[in-house]
Nanobody, 115 residues
Framework: QVQLVESGGGLVQAGGSLRLSCAVS????????MGWYRQAPGKQRELVAH???????DYADSVKGRFTISRSNAKDTVYLQMNSLKPEDTAVYYC?????????WGQGTQVTVSS
């Protein structure tokens, strides 16, 4: 069984920073794409950033230049460094990973940015 455990969310003032982590555990043969999504109240879940197995990355336009996604293959963990946070970044952030050729989601972590 595979589990994704997120951490690092919280309350921060606008302009501040947070670092999210998502650790994968369980029976793992391969991890391909790792990514972060977010869902604000009343809105659809949206892609924030992806990082592929070759290390290449992809970002939503709204976070380019402010957020950085990275991964540690040794620790089976994906990170999201969020800088210059804005109130509109407030959402539940979810980790999603392609593991053993199947998609898995984390439970979500709340990020709240106050103005």
């Amino acid at each position: 069984q595979v589990q994704l455990v997120e951490s690092g969310g919280g309350l921060v003032q606008a302009g501040g920073s947070l670092r999210l982590s998502c650790a994968v555990s369980g029976v793992i043969f391969s991890i391909h794409t790792m990514g972060w999504y977010r869902q604000a109240p009343g809105k659809q879940r949206e892609l924030v950033a992806h990082i592929f197995s070759d290390g290449s990355t992809d970002y939503a336009d709204s976070v380019k230049g402010r957020f950085t996604i990275s991964r540690s293959n040794a620790k089976d963990t994906v990170y999201l460094q969020m800088n210059s946070l804005k109130p509109e970044d407030t959402a539940v952030y979810y980790c999603k990973c392609q593991i053993n050729f199947a998609p898995y989601w984390g439970q979500g972590t709340q990020v709240t940015v106050s103005s």
